[in-house]
């Protein structure tokens, strides 16, 4: 999968008195609510409410939710929530300050003291990270990679495997096919997501249970780092065609392709009735034939019209002569191969 978020708008509205307001989060002063952009994420938003006798110092609050909260929501993604509460509370002395997605929790007593208080930033920002296992940034040669597990239960090994995959591949893929892309990247171990593996703006999401049953599978950063260096962007080619290239790159690209016995398919007749829409590993290995038997580079210059947008049915014509089911019905009459992954043959 493939979204691309971009602009993050942070908007902070703020409400001292004892009961919750609900006001527009991006509301003018005069009350017009301005529309947002399509596709544009909300904003972030943050409503105290306070039943205390406690003032605080919204600004200061402002301040310290706008620099934590919206990068800890960005290791949920899209599906992250981004109107916070802000609950103030009389409760026992050891009750200090709490803080998950969509709510914040904090002890008034505690709040009350200056030094808590001036110290809310770090504050709130270790109680947002208690919802993560663990946090760690690595940089290198200009890359940085944020490694968010939420899974205490995540094999380390595994988890180091990633980040050396990352740095491996990464840069190559960058430096060879699209330089702009960012090279800050989240990786995010997640116990909740169902899928396998997913890139979305700068962040690649690994399910922890598909990696800790398949844990040589770390080529799967690999196809999720294409994705990020492919940036199409919203409606550039079809999925199939993403997928495809993805796995294409993985089967040129990967580190351990033949270790984790990742393998393309061999065509079989059944493969017809979706053609090259079959996605993945059935549409990468037809790529590697059209790469070997019909234009080397082919698929690389389809990569770059699907970024530059300037890709339609047409490119496959005017780059080889053919449209794809032309090439799609000669790859099926004679679909023998050799294949190397990433320059090595299958023992
Ligand atoms: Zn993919």
Redesign the pocket.
């Known amino acids: ?2 979204k691309k978020i971009s602009n993050l708008t942070f908007l902070v509205m703020l409400s001292v008195t004892a009961f919750a307001q609900t006001v527009p989060p991006n509301a003018t002063p005069d009350g017009q609510t301005p529309q947002r952009r399509r596709n544009a994420p909300r904003p972030f938003a943050v409503t105290i409410v306070n039943n205390t006798k406690v003032k605080l110092d919204t600004a200061q609050v402002n301040a310290a939710f706008k620099t934590t909260y919206p990068p800890f929501a960005a290791a949920d993604g899209y599906r992250t929530k981004r109107e916070v509460i802000m609950r103030v509370i009389d409760t026992a002395n050891t009750f200090t300050i709490s803080a998950i997605p969509g709510e914040i929790i904090v002890n008034s007593k505690w709040i009350k003291k200056k030094k808590n208080f001036n110290n809310l930033q770090v504050n709130l920002q270790e109680a947002l990270r208690k919802n993560w296992a663990s946090v760690d940034t690595i940089k290198k040669d200009g890359y940085q990679l944020v490694f968010i597990n939420k899974n205490s239960d995540f094999n380390p090994v595994i988890k180091k495997e990633l980040i050396e995959t990352y740095f491996k591949v990464f840069p190559t893929l960058v430096s060879t096919f699209n330089d702009k892309t960012t090279r800050e990247v989240l990786f995010v171990t997640d116990t909740a997501y169902k899928g396998v ?3 979305s703006g700068n962040r690649i999401l690994f399910s922890t249970t598909y990696m800790n049953a398949h844990p040589t599978d770390i080529d799967i950063v690999t ?2 780092c ?2 990020l260096v492919q940036g199409y962007g919203y409606g550039s080619g079809p999925v199939w065609l ?2 495809g290239i ?2 294409f790159i993985r089967y040129k690209y990967g580190v351990d392709n033949i270790g984790s016995k990742w393998f393309l398919p061999d065509f079989t007749a059944k493969q017809n009735e979706k053609k090259y829409e079959n996605s ?1 590993r059935i549409t990468a290995r037809f790529f590697e034939w059209i790469d070997q038997k019909v234009k080397p580079g082919l698929i690389i210059q389809i990569d770059k019209e699907l970024r530059s947008h300037t890709y339609n049915q047409n490119t496959w014509v005017s780059l080889s002569g053919k449209t794809i089911d032309e090439l799609w019905d000669d790859y099926a009459k004679n679909p023998e191969l050799a294949l190397k992954y990433s320059g090595k043959e299958r023992i």
């Open positions: 999968m493939f593996a997913e890139a196809h999720e294409m994705h993403t997928e993805a796995d993945y």
